[in-house]
């Protein structure tokens, strides 16, 4: 299995709070990524990360902020946390055309 | 814009039958990769097959096989001897490069739910 780790596996917090989830890989792969999981919806990409300080935005980035310091680690920011961002967040990687790999994701409720 | 579809929300299947999951996607990209990922009750994300477009061969993996149709953008899953084990999710992914950063852009279908019956 690929090397990816995310925490928390679980949070439940309160609206307005900020929250950060972390990626951490093993891989050293160039490219990373966040997702959220929602019944009826698939996967849907928030952030991705090409490199170090290297991040773009994907379909549904509002109300979501990302670093990458260093190639293993990918934080995920909710700077105020609203109730529509409950979800399942993946993190994925991948290197090059591979497939991505994935982590086990984090179930964030916000209530 | 390039999109996902997998037609069937839900779908059964007796053991050891072979079932069939649909996926149909839309691009004018000639160069992309597909793949087909299984999300078990324990919420994994697994890669079950990868089929590349310029490919004609199909892709196979053991119980697993697609039936990739380019022209009709059409990219099925073919489980034979269906197994308990094999009840899970199953997403339909496209990706292709981005030229410009480098990367490369993931699009999922909304996903099958496929239950396997004793």
């Known amino acids: 299995d690929a090397g990816i780790t995310q925490s928390p596996r679980h949070k439940v917090t309160e609206t307005g709070t900020p929250v950060t989830l972390r990626c951490h890989q093993t891989?050293?792969?160039?490219?990373m990524y966040w997702y959220r999981q929602d019944p009826g919806h698939g996967l849907r990409l928030i952030h991705y990360?090409?490199?170090?300080?290297?991040?773009d935005k994907g379909e549904v980035s509002d109300g979501y902020s990302v670093s990458r310091s260093k190639t293993e680690d990918f934080l995920l920011t909710l700077e105020s946390a609203t109730s529509s961002q409950t979800s399942v967040y993946f993190c994925a990687i991948s290197h090059s055309n591979q497939p991505q790999h994935f982590g086990d994701g984090t179930r964030l409720s916000i209530l | 814009a390039q999109t996902v579809t997998q037609s069937q929300p839900e779908m059964s299947v007796q053991e050891a039958e072979t079932v069939t999951l649909s996926c149909t996607y839309d691009t004018s990209e000639n160069n992309y990769y597909l793949f087909w990922y299984k999300q078990p009750p324990s919420r994994q994300m697994i890669l079950v097959i990868r089929?590349?477009?310029?490919?004609?061969q199909n892709a196979t993996e053991n119980r697993f096989s697609v039936n990739f149709q380019k022209a009709a953008k059409s990219f099925s899953l073919k489980i034979s001897d269906s197994q308990l084990g094999d009840t899970a999710m199953y997403f339909c992914a496209f990706m292709k490069p981005l030229r410009l950063s480098g990367t490369y852009k993931y699009i999922f279908g909304t996903g099958t739910r496929l239950k396997v019956l004793a």
């Open positions: 990360s090409y490199g170090v300080k290297d991040t």
């Open positions: 891989e050293n792969h160039r490219y």
């Open positions: 089929q590349e477009a310029y490919k004609q």
